[in-house]
Nanobody, 125 residues
Framework: VQLQASGGGLVQTGGSLRLSCVAS????????VGWFRQAPGKDREFVAA????????VYADTVKGRFTISRDNAKNTVYLDMISLRPEDTAVYYC???????????????????WGQGTQVTVSS
């Protein structure tokens, strides 16, 4: 599976963005897809994930209620809709996919074998 993330940009505090992660491969619908982000000087952190088998979603507490992850398997695409953006959301956002992630490990970057190239999100104050 190859992943292509897009949709980042520069927005003001309170603004919104939609990130997209487009995947190659016929079996994408069975893959768990996660969004992670990494700010300068910080570790990569979990943002949200959606399972392939049943579309269960999981969110980091810092984004819960503001971000929504969804998938369109017909388009091999996973979206991350972000509203009420804050300066602390500024980071490079990566999508990742794997078909063997168990529910209890969705938040761990090490569990994902396939990664996109990242898209920059900058929120100005």
């Amino acid at each position: 599976v190859q992943l292509q993330a897009s949709g980042g940009g520069l927005v003001q505090t309170g603004g919104s963005l939609r990130l997209s992660c487009v995947a190659s491969g016929r079996t994408f619908r069975s893959y768990t897809v996660g969004w992670f982000r990494q700010a300068p000087g910080k570790d990569r952190e979990f943002v949200a994930a959606i399972r392939g088998s049943n579309s269960i979603t999981v969110y980091a507490d810092t984004v819960k209620g503001r971000f929504t992850i969804s998938r369109d398997n017909a388009k091999n695409t996973v979206y991350l809709d972000m509203i009420s953006l804050r300066p602390e959301d500024t980071a490079v956002y990566y999508c990742a996919a794997d078909n063997g992630v168990i529910l209890s490990s969705l938040r761990l970057p090490s569990q994902y074998d396939h990664w996109g190239q990242g898209t920059q999100v900058t929120v100005s104050s």
